[in-house]
């Protein structure tokens, strides 16, 4: 899969994530100091494993540009 700049926006989330983090008052910023313990707890379950991965590719993504 061919990672574009469009992947690196949090806009790109679906509406369940965006309003999870919204509602714990994560923006882009401090998502990208989140754990993987952070999105289980934010996230809990099997139902959410693919959300969190995304997430955690994100954060993976946008940290590593960053240094």
């Known amino acids: 899969m061919l990672q574009g ?6 806009d790109n989330f679906d509406d369940a ?3 999870m983090l919204e509602a714990a008052s994560v ?3 401090a ?8 999105l289980r707890d934010l996230f809990p379950g099997p139902e959410n494993f693919l959300r969190r991965k995304k997430l ?5 993504q946008n940290v590593n ?3």
């Open 27 to 29: 923006d882009e910023e």
């Open 5 to 10: 700049a469009d992947e690196s926006r949090m």
């Open 31 to 38: 998502l990208k100091g989140l754990s993987r313990d952070d």
């Open 17 to 19: 994530t965006l309003s």
């Open 56 to 60: 955690w590719d994100f954060i993976s």
């Open 65 to 67: 540009t960053n240094e």
